[in-house]
């Protein structure tokens, strides 16, 4: 993940699978209690939250609400969708669990690309999902200063293509088979 960049490249055995928009911490970089800063280093996945939760559900001391925000609705910015708890895994993030550092879906998503977060990393609620569907607790993250690698920088952005609805009356009757001409019912005693 590159602070740099905003940007987060997902890479399953060595291969790059996506890339992901960001935000990080609009206070900078950094582990000390209270600062607000995302942490750079190594970290783990420690905890995931929010199985089968909707796009937009909202969490309070990780626990779903029930309440459901549309992205970019104006008002209040909580976490939403889905939780990846960060533990540090270097010295530099030694303090990243129990600063609650997570990666989380944003109702923010206009701010995605731009750092806006209190030190979280931020995404779009469909990208959280994405990406929660594919990384295991355990799994490594590195967040870095600098820039991603080019192959990454190149890869364009994941981007949630919702299904085309086709479940309208007028749809359901031409595409319906027709009726058989001849039917046969086999019984056997």
Known sequence: MSVKDQKMALYDQGQLVRTY????????????????????????????????????????????????????????DPIVTRIMWLAGADSRTKNAFRRFI??????????????????CIRMRSMDIIDL???????????????????????MPEYVYVPPVRTTTSSTMLATAPAPAKETRVAATR
């Open 102 to 119: 997570y990666i989380h879906g944003t109702p923010e998503e206009r701010n995605i690309g731009h750092p806006a977060s209190y030190g």
């Open 21 to 76: 928009g960001v935000s990080t911490s609009k206070f900078g970089e950094g582990d000390l209690a209270r600062s607000n800063c995302t942490p750079i280093g190594k970290l783990k996945v420690a905890k995931k939250i929010g199985d089968g939760m909707p796009p937009g559900m909202v969490f309070k001391s990780r626990r779903p609400t029930g309440e459901v925000i549309r992205p970019n609705a104006p008002g209040r």
């Open 132 to 154: 929660y569907s594919r990384v295991p607790e355990g799994a490594t993250v590195k967040i870095e200063r600098g820039g991603l690698p080019s192959e990454a920088k190149s």
